[in-house]
Nanobody
Framework: VQLQASGGGLVQAGGSLRLSCVAS????????LGWYRQVPGKQREWVAS???????NNADSVKGRFTISRDNAKNTVYLQMNTLKPEDTAVYSCKAERLWGARKFDYWGQGTQVTVSS
């Protein structure tokens, strides 16, 4: 199983970025997907999630600015980030998760750095 995140970079405050995470080795459409971020020295923070059925949810800190979406045909989950703020600077990682009976399966991708300059 592999999750490959990309799309990070350096952007000025107020700008936009779109992160992508491509999965392989799983039946992508069965999985709930999420984006998380982490700043050095701090705990990882949940950002947004989308269920296998397409229901989305965002953290309050990004509501109205970030949008999570998925394309099951491309095995890809996206995070559209608009109106970026310096406090959004972090390493962003994707996660795929599934409950199957009593078993939980979850897989993480490597992170992609997002840096927002003021």
């Amino acid at each position: 199983v592999q999750l490959q995140a990309s799309g990070g970079g350096l952007v000025q405050a107020g700008g936009s970025l779109r992160l992508s995470c491509v999965a392989s080795g799983i039946t992508f459409s069965f999985y709930d997907l999420g984006w998380y971020r982490q700043v050095p020295g701090k705990q990882r923070e949940w950002v947004a999630s989308i269920t296998s059925g397409g229901t989305t949810n965002n953290a309050d800190s990004v509501k109205g600015r970030f949008t999570i979406s998925r394309d099951n045909a491309k095995n890809t989950v996206y995070l559209q980030m608009n109106t970026l703020k310096p406090e959004d600077t972090a390493v962003y990682s994707c996660k795929a998760e599934r409950l199957w009976g009593a078993r939980k399966f979850d897989y993480w991708g490597q992170g992609t750095q997002v840096t927002v300059s003021s």
